[in-house]
């Protein structure tokens, strides 16, 4: 139902992205997307990963302070309307988003959710008729 | 002026023979109000006759603030509590205050020593004084005030906090003299020049201390507001404010020698050094009440110099403070010590992460900033997530200082360690 987010925290000081993406490349990771939550004296990096495990133990043993966190990939068609479908969904039962980014790579299409309530929101966009990708399905 | 002619221009030997003799009576004193103090006599076989004069006051063991702590909160008092008036408090280095107790003599004594140091920076009874040190369990406001009142003056009790109400007030009240910490003053100045009425000010005196400052300093305040600055000493412990001032020469602190017998001993190997030499100041308080110290340890550095001085105090001058023999810093006039905000660290996190406390003084403010490493379960992906954890930490670390401080989350292991302990201060200010 969900998948696995990379957050890595990392400061606001030259050179910091640069190593997490050499950390990736290093380890043979693929970045799928990502998105950048700043503020002035710091930033949370969250990605979506070909190998989330491998790519949180490796940056770790570089000194970051990475974790996966469980979110949602819903698929979502290219066409006028189809965000709005799924913000419909979440907003009628009065789930928030906490954060959200769009994904497309190797024929995916999604939006990276962070919901409230995970477990709640997962449940309202099926029912609403949306897919979600899995973890596995994700990262194959 | 001198305020006290009698008690601050003695001959030295009617000086020493005075300080013998209330000695003599303080360890008689505290050898029966005070257990504490007479097993630790006892521990070294002393007994109250021994004492005859200052000669002997290297026969007496020393006191020190981990005393003051294992007696916390009364436990060194030497009356009953029905006899204290007033209680006052200071950090301690463990989170727990350093709690000192005042009779109403001890609050004579005390507004005498600082009416006599109001009066050594040359403000009398019809100057009108601001008082602009924190009021409250800090000695600073209070005893500033009680001393204003004593000699006479009208006191303008501001406390710190809004400053242009505060220049407001010196302007529409003809303010000549103030009260208030060194850096302080000079960010009071600035506010002056941004109200533009420079010219409208009627200072023409401070009085000035609680931190650490230069010589160069105290010239910037009197050229910066065309004011003589002067420098006062104290520690709560003691007594608080009024302990020490210069005079107009300001040739070094004139310290109140009747009430307060000095000596300079080596940090270290705590043998007394002779006149000139830097160790740290030991006070012995000679008529206090309520809180008496033998040999205090005040880890403050200074020389002492018993020369007599040309504005014809015969009390011995001690010199400017050049620092501590502890890790305590000194912020916006609050006593801080690194580990009160490892604790807090500790209560927040369950662990001690890695930090780091940048000092620094922006437009004449001292600001202090806690660097914290992230660590396993402070990490959040989202950002109201870590500025929840970073306002929590910042709240705790405040409520054990005192301070306010503004905490900034930094990436693991991207502090400096040196030989596996990590520094946890740096201190940018100059003080010039």
Redesign the interface.
Known sequence: MFVK?L?V???NREG?LEQVTRVLADENVNILSLSM?D?T??G?L?MIVSDPEKARAALCAE???A?L?DVLAVRLEDRVGELHRMTHILCALGLNV??MYALASSGKRAMIV?ASDGEAAAKAVTDGGLALYGNEEMCR | MIWNETKECMSRDELENLQGARLVKLVDRVYHNVEYYRKKMQAVGLLPGDIRGIGDLDKLPFTTKDDLRATYPFGLFAVPLSQITRVHASSGTTGKATVVGYTRHDIDVWSECVARCITMAGLGKSDVIQVAYGYGLFTGGLGAHYGVEKMGATVVPMSTGNTKKLVTMMVDFGVTGIMCTPSYLLHIAEVIDEMGVRDKIRLRASINGAEPWTEKMRRQIEERLGIHSHDIYGLSEVMGPGVAADCSFHRGLHIQEDHFLPEVVDQHTLKPLRDGMTGELVISTLTKEGLPLIRYRTKDLTSIDHTPCECGRTTARLARFTGRTDDMLIIRGVNVFPSQVEAALLEMAGTTPHYLMIVDRVDNLDTLEVQVEMQEGFFSDEIRGLENLSGRIAHGIQQAIGLAVKVKLVEPKSLERSDGKSRHVIDKRTFD
């Open positions: 987010q957050s925290f990392i400061e910091r939550a503020t004296e710091y949370v969250r000194g970051f302070s974790m966190t906490e954060y962070k």
